[in-house]
DNA sequence: TTCCAGGTAGCCG
DNA sequence: CGGCTACATGGA
C-alpha cells in the first residue's frame, strides 16, 4: 500500500473498488455524514475524521500515519480484494451484477462491537434518518466531546457502563420509543463482564457468536446477523430486513415470508460473501426505490 | 389519518 | 416449533 503523509492528513494511493456513498450511505454506518464538499466526517475509536476520495486516491483528514495502520485501514476492510469477490458474485448472476454495478465501490466496514449492537438495536422499525438522529442524540447525551471539527462539536459514542447504570426516564430525551428498554437491558448483560464476552466473538464461531447476541434484550436474528457482519467480518452472514426480503421475492421469487427459503438461497448462491452480496442488494434496492420516489414528486 | 421504517418480545395454539 | 401483534417515533 503506497501511503504518503503530511499535516495532520494522510493519503492512500491507487485505491480501487472504493466510493464514498457506497460505503457511508448505505446503512451499514449512521455517525459519517456528507459535507458539502462530497467528502465524509465520523467517528470511531474515540476520533473524528474525514474521508475524501479523488483520481484514486483516499485522502484522510485530522489522523496520522500511526492511528491509519492502528485503526483506519482495518476499519475500511482496504486489504480485501473487492473485485474478485465481485467477479465471483456477479458470476450466472444478472440482477446481482445490476446491483453491483449500482454501488460497485462498496466495503463492509469493520466497526466497533459495542456501538454496532446498540445501533442495530436502534434500527429495528426504524428508517435510517432517524437511526441517525436516535444514536446522535444518545452520543451528545451520554457520550463525551471529542473535539470541534469542521464547526461542529463531536462526540464520543456512550460507554457500555454508562448506559448500564441509566434508567428508561434518563434516556426518554433521546426519542428512542420502545427500544430504550431493550438498550438498558442489553447494556446491563454486556456490562456484566465488561464487554469481554461481546469482544470475543469475532474468534468465537459463527453459532457461537450468534447465539450470545440472540441472549441480548432487543437482538434477533436481523440485529444479531448485522452485528456479525458489519463488527465481527463475518461475511457470510444475511440480514434479512424488510428490503432484502422484498429483493428476495421479487428478484429470486422466493416465496414472501420465506426467510428460511432465503437463507437458504443465500448460502447456496452467495455462500461465504453472503452477507457482502446483501449489501450490494440492499444499496441497490433502496437507491432504486429513492428513484422512483423522486420521480413521482417531479 | 394512515402507512412505513435495516424487527423483536411475549403470548398463544 | 410457527404465527400473530403491540411496541414509540416522526416523516410522507
Known sequence: MNISEDNNRIIIHGIKDFHLNHIFDNGQCFRWNKETDGSYTGVAFRKVVNIDY???????????????????????DLERDYSAIKDKLAKNDIEMK????????????KQEKWETLISFIISQNNNIPRIKKCIESLCANYGSPIEEYRGKIHFT??????????????LALCRLGYRTDYIIKAARQVAL??????????????EEAYEYLLSLSGVGPKVA?????????KYARFP????????????????KGNTKMMQKYAAEHFGEYGGIA?????????EISKDSQNQCNV
Open 54 to 76: 479523488c483520481n484514486g486516491d483516499i485522502i484522510i483528514n485530522n489522523t496520522s500515519l500511526m492511528d491509519f495502520n492502528e485503526y483506519w485501514k482495518d476499519y475500511l
Open 193 to 206: 463482564d465488561e464487554g469481554k464476552t461481546l469482544n470475543s466473538l469475532d474468534t468465537a464461531t459463527e
Open 225 to 233: 446477523n448485522c452485528i456479525m457482519l458489519f463488527s465481527m467480518q
Open 157 to 170: 459514542f456512550p460507554k457500555m457502563e454508562e448506559l448500564a447504570q441509566l434508567d428508561v426516564g434518563d
Open 278 to 286: 446483501q449489501q450490494y442488494l440492499f444499496y441497490y434496492a433502496r
Open 240 to 255: 434479512l430486513d424488510v428490503w432484502i426480503k422484498r429483493v428476495m421475492n421479487q428478484i429470486y421469487n422466493i416465496e
Open 98 to 109: 445490476k446491483a453491483i454495478s449500482f454501488g460497485y465501490g462498496m466495503r463492509i466496514l
